[in-house]
Nanobody, 125 residues
Framework: VQLQASGGGSVQAGGSLRLSCSVY????????TGWFRQAPGKEREFVAT????????YYLDSVKGRFTVSRENAKTSLYLQMNSLKPEDTAVYYC???????????????????WGQGTLVTVSS
């Protein structure tokens, strides 16, 4: 399974970016998918995840109301729309996928077997 993330960049605080992640090599409908981020000197943290059917979403508290995760199973793609960006959102963002992850474990990065290469998001004040 290969994941390819894109869409990162540099924006000013209050701006928006949309990250995309294409997933290849396995039936996408069977995979749980999510976004994680890692800031310099910090551990990788959960940002958002979406159920396989695209109905249920879960977010890090600090991004609720600003970020929206979505997926298009027909295009085997995952997205993260990020609005009202803040300097503290600066990080490398990773998309991830995995099979057989129960809902209570979706926020734990170690439960995801497949990872994209990461895309840098820089938010300046």
């Amino acid at each position: 399974v290969q994941l390819q993330a894109s869409g990162g960049g540099s924006v000013q605080a209050g701006g928006s970016l949309r990250l995309s992640c294409s997933v290849y090599g396995r039936t996408f409908n069977n995979l749980a998918t999510g976004w994680f981020r890692q800031a310099p000197g910090k551990e990788r943290e959960f940002v958002a995840t979406i159920s396989r059917d695209g109905i249920r979403t879960y977010y890090l508290d600090s991004v609720k109301g600003r970020f929206t995760v979505s997926r298009e199973n027909a295009k085997t793609s995952l997205y993260l729309q990020m609005n009202s960006l803040k300097p503290e959102d600066t990080a490398v963002y990773y998309c991830a996928a995995g099979a057989g992850i129960i809902t209570s474990s979706l926020r734990t990065p170690q439960n995801y077997a497949y990872w994209g290469q990461g895309t840098l998001v820089t938010v300046s004040s």
